[in-house]
């Protein structure tokens, strides 16, 4: 048996340069999901998950965050003497949701270098990353199963998505074989954001990790690679090939993810999340009944 995950680490430390200007002064992982910064849906997903112990990975512009997982006390005084307990609670839930610690990154120099960061904080024990700009629908339990499947086989696990072959350089990119379990592979080989045309197969590693400490180890001399950043894919591909730390395996996940780092997914994930909202749904609905139509005059 191996010891069980109880800490998230959410790296927020990126540059978020395709969201410019917005991302000038506020980190992308504030930006809003309809009303909701994206960074409290994987905080959310994360406590559902059983890991209540949340250690955020920070970079420039890190006061909003913390802003937003603190209290809000004259907000909350003025909600409560006018006694609007809805928006009152709206305000105090995410400073209630989990125990939240902070680290530096310093100089972004990759998400192997934002992990290598949790270090301290993490210690001797498997734990969990959840990249803060990729939100898992609630309805699908990814993060569920992966934690399941580590603690079952004592390995390292990757979330795996099947994506396109036009968008698989965007991504780190597994070859795998089939496991005993249908939604569970054996990681082989990963490259990171390989050459288009290139890519060694279709699977790709979306924004969930459960990783064995051993991880820290191999990040520690882990050379930059893609783009010059010290790539979290290089230190698995070589955790991949050794069975002493029992390898890598991938959770295929076929649910529903929003990519809140990519514009045009930013936008799809606000129309479809809005769309299941009571309060605000049934209004875009028909708005976009009329508004999809008319795209086509
Ligand atoms: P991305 O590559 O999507 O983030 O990193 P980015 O560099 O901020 O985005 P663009 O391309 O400039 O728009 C994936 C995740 O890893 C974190 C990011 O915050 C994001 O959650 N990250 C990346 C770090 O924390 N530190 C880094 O040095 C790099």
């Known amino acids: 048996m191996s010891t069980p995950v109880t800490k998230a680490v959410i790296p927020t430390a990126g540059l978020g340069t395709r969201f410019l200007p917005a991302t000038k002064a506020l980190p992308k992982e504030m ?25 955020f990975v920070t970079g420039r512009n890190k006061n909003a965050l913390e802003n937003h997982f603190d209290r809000a006390t004259e907000l909350e005084q003025i909600l409560h003497r006018k006694g609007d307990q809805t928006k009152l609670h709206k305000v105090e839930e995410s400073s209630d949701l989990a125990d939240v610690h902070y680290v530096r990154q310093g100089d972004p120099k990759g998400l192997g270098h934002a992990v290598l960061r949790s270090r301290a904080h993490v210690g001797d024990e498997p734990f969990a990353v959840l990249l803060g700009d990729d ?6 339990h990814l993060l569920e199963r992966m934690l399941e499947v580590q603690g079952a086989r004592s390995t390292t696990v990757v979330a795996l998505m099947e994506v396109p072959p036009s968008q698989a350089h965007l991504y780190g990119i597994a070859t795998v074989e089939a496991t005993d379990e249908e939604d569970v592979v054996r990681v082989l080989g990963l490259v990171e954001k ?43 591909l070589e955790m991949a090939r050794d069975e002493s730390v029992g390898g890598v395996h991938g959770v295929v996940f076929r649910g529903r993810r929003y990519d809140t780092g990519d514009r045009l997914d930013y936008i799809k994930a606000n129309v479809q999340l809005a769309v299941e909202r009571d309060d605000i749904g049934p209004g875009l609905r028909s708005w976009l009944r009329e508004f999809v139509p008319s795209l086509e005059e």
Do not use: H
């Open 135 to 140: 939100i898992i629908d609630e309805r699908d």
């Open 194 to 236: 390989p050459e288009p045309g290139s890519a060694p197969s279709n699977l790709a590693i979306v924004g969930r990790y459960v990783l064995r400490p051993e991880v820290y180890g191999v990040l520690e001399r882990t050379e930059p690679g893609k783009g010059g950043e010290i790539q979290l894919t290089d230190a698995l």
């Open 31 to 55: 930006l809003p999901v309809v009303d909701k910064p994206v960074i409290q849906y994987v905080v959310e997903e994360a406590v559902r998950a059983g890991l209540g112990d949340v250690l």
